[in-house]
């Protein structure tokens, strides 16, 4: 069964640092979404995207934020300089977009920032 | 604005027992409702979806759940809950021109032997 996926698993870095957070959508999915979630707390929309541009961002989503289609496979979230409270599980979801609703989660990149 | 409200933060039950997770939802019209589960270290598995028609919905590993309109819940339930049913059950309404996801805190599941 395709499945989405995120690299790296776990990522740790200095405070101020940018970090690039990698995701492999289900391949003939149309949107992509980023969501994360704080330890203890609810997850979090991000951001979406489709064809090629962001659809709907949160306010979370500020200016720190970018996300990119580089290729016809892969799905980034670039954060430019990291801040202590970034330290969150991140996840990309999917969707196919031509009928079905449902949007397929990756397993997350834990953050850690420093 | 959507919100939804998971009332129990943790819930344990014996393994064979029932096992029904809580979900109300705030959502200005008929909402498309999903339940994930998560288990350690894993990504958020679709357990089953509601968009439309019949208000019980079954899904996999043997859960189902009921969309009540008239008390905006959308309960989880499972009659014989197993070990392996042990992780954090989120409850998610999505709608919109972008279907994004709002999320419950999550309820987790412990399973005692």
């Known amino acids: 069964e395709p499945e989405v996926t995120q690299t790296p698993s776990h990522q740790v870095t200095q405070m101020g640092q940018e970090v690039i957070l990698r995701c492999v959508p289900i391949s003939n999915h149309l949107y992509f979404y980023w969501y994360r979630q704080i330890l203890g707390q609810k997850v979090e929309f991000l951001v979406s995207f489709y064809n090629n541009e962001i659809s709907e961002k949160s306010e979370i989503f500020d200016d720190q934020f970018s996300v990119e289609r580089p290729d016809g496979s892969n799905f980034t979230l670039k954060i430019r300089s990291t801040k202590l409270e970034d330290s969150a599980m991140y996840f990309c979801?999917?969707?196919?977009?031509?009928?079905?609703?449902?949007?397929?989660f990756g397993p997350g990149t834990r953050l850690t920032v420093l | 604005a959507q919100s939804v409200t998971q009332p129990d933060i943790h819930i344990t039950v014996s393994e064979g027992a029932s096992l029904e997770l809580r979900c109300n939802y705030s959502y200005g019209a008929t909402p498309y409702l999903f339940w994930y589960v998560q288990s350690p270290g894993q990504g958020l598995q679709l357990l089953l979806k509601y968009f439309s028609g019949d208000t019980l919905v079954q899904g996999i590993k043997g859960f189902e759940a009921e969309f009540k309109r008239s008390q905006s819940s959308f309960n989880l339930r499972k009659p014989s809950v197993h070990w392996s049913d042990a992780a954090e059950y989120f409850c998610a309404v999505g709608r919109g021109s972008n279907y994004k996801l709002t999320f419950g805190k999550g309820t987790l599941l412990t399973v005692n032997p």
């Open positions: 979801a999917s969707r196919d977009g031509t009928g079905t609703d449902t949007q397929y």
